[in-house]
């Protein structure tokens, strides 16, 4: 299984980017696909997941109406559109999926990209 993320940069604040994240070598269908994104000195955090079965996509509170998921349903690429930046949103964006439903941890996914770095400047 492999996922390789694209688009990340750096951007000034208010500065938009698109993330892709292209998808392959899944044996089955997975079930969840998402971001998640690590700042320096901090933990991981999810920012959005679709859950494929239900057809419904998370987000995390403070990205909502900023950061848009899209694809992932047939199953090669996934995006995510990333408007209204802020410096608080620099950090390495991975993405990620699962077997299973979007967990809220990081542990719940099996599979991770190697990352892509987004810098926003003040």
């Known amino acids: 299984v492999r996922l390789v993320e694209s688009g990340g940069g750096l951007v000034q604040t208010g500065g938009s980017l698109r993330l892709s994240c292209q998808a392959s070598?899944?044996?089955?269908?997975?079930?969840?696909i998402g971001w998640f994104r690590q700042a320096p000195g901090k933990g991981r955090e999810r920012l959005s997941c679709?859950?494929?079965?239900?057809?419904?996509?998370y987000y995390r509170d403070s990205v909502k109406g900023r950061f848009t998921m899209s694809g992932g349903n047939d199953k090669n690429t996934v995006y995510l559109q990333m408007n209204s930046l802020k410096p608080e949103d620099s950090a390495v964006y991975y993405c990620?999926?699962?077997?299973?439903?979007?967990?809220?941890?990081?542990?719940?996914?099996?599979?991770w990209g190697q990352g892509t770095q987004v810098t926003v400047s003040s």
């Open positions: 990620v999926a699962a077997d299973g439903f979007c967990s809220d941890y990081e542990t719940g996914f099996d599979y």
């Open positions: 070598g899944f044996a089955r269908d997975y079930f969840a």
């Open positions: 679709l859950d494929r079965k239900i057809g419904f996509t």
